[in-house]
């Protein structure tokens, strides 16, 4: 078969233009660091990339709501650790109460302090972080004037108006945890309120009995606080170890990540210096066939 000059000249001009190209796309690797310019360039690693970067993503969010939660659960254990250190005083004032060398005056004075520390303890239980009450379950605002999760009526009980429904939140895939706990769940069903309200009530009689009653449920909301004050450690616990799971997750991920987008630089070099050095073959070549084709033509 016949080649023909035109068809060596395609050929030639082909070939410069694929390797003007290589060479291009070589240092756009080397200056960006990154292996692909275009989809077009590493189309299987690009897909790659992008399932990672999204992955990466969901675990930068995750880290957000585990610093979120982190601050819920510090406001919650810090409130319910003052109210435990009230429940201790209270129970001292019963003790003092209870004991036979005490008559009306020296009661009511114990009453006085004990209707303080109720109040405390109301003032603990709408503790906010921001705008938002810790101990309101899911309904963390939204009340109306003069309102909160807890309300004292005028008789000196109090009201609880938030709701039984805790705050959950994404710390991994697929994982959630309850970063509150209600104020029904913590404050109600414990008796802390009616505990107290009933020890005011019976230093303020002057009932020695009801007094030792009033001690007793004391010591049971005393419990009852201990035992959510170790859960909230727990929570907070298993928090740190989603934290510590989502930084060597992320970790691994931008490596992962590096290792499919990131130019070899060292070997990126090699290349371009081979793409070079043929690239100045090709020139030659093509002059070379250029000078032949002008010295037959004058002949």
């Known amino acids: ?48 990339a992008l399932s990672v970067r999204e992955e990466i993503s969901d675990v930068d969010q995750y880290k957000r709501n585990i610093t979120y939660a982190k601050g819920w659960m510090s406001a919650s254990e810090s409130a319910m650790s003052q109210v435990q250190d009230r429940l201790l005083r209270a129970k001292t004032l019963a003790i003092q109460g209870a004991n036979d060398s005490q008559d009306a005056t020296s009661r009511k004075a114990l009453a006085e302090e004990v209707k303080s520390i109720l109040n ?13 009450y810790v101990f309101g379950g899911t309904k963390t605002r939204g009340y109306g004037p003069g309102e909160a999760p807890f309300v004292m009526e005028p008789d000196g009980t109090v009201k609880y108006l938030g709701n039984r429904q805790n705050l959950g939140i994404n710390v991994a895939t697929d994982q959630t945890l309850n970063i509150n706990t209600n104020g029904h769940q913590a404050f109600i069903q414990s008796g802390i309120f009616t505990s107290l309200k009933h020890l005011e009530d019976a230093l303020n009689n002057n009932s020695q009995t009801d007094t030792e009653s009033a001690l007793a449920q004391i010591d049971t909301a005393l419990n009852y606080t201990n035992q959510q004050i170790s859960s909230m450690g727990a929570r907070d616990n298993s ?17 992962r990540l590096s290792d499919i987008q990131d130019t070899d630089i060292v070997q990126a070099i090699t290349d371009l210096k081979t ?11 093509a002059a070379k066939v250029m000078n032949v084709s002008l010295v037959n033509y004058l002949k």
């Open 1 to 48: 078969m016949r080649i023909t000059a035109n068809t060596m000249y395609d050929q030639i001009r082909t070939d410069i233009s694929r390797l003007t190209d290589q060479q291009a796309k070589t240092e756009y690797s080397i200056s960006s660091g990154k292996i692909y310019n275009t989809p077009s360039d590493a189309p299987v690693a690009l897909t790659h």
């Open 275 to 285: 793409e070079q050095t043929s690239y100045q073959a090709a020139l030659a070549a």
């Open 120 to 132: 405390e303890v109301v003032a603990l239980g709408n503790t906010k972080i921001g705008d938002r």
């Open 239 to 255: 928090l740190d170890v989603h934290k510590d799971m989502a930084d060597q997750t992320l970790i691994d991920s931008k490596k």
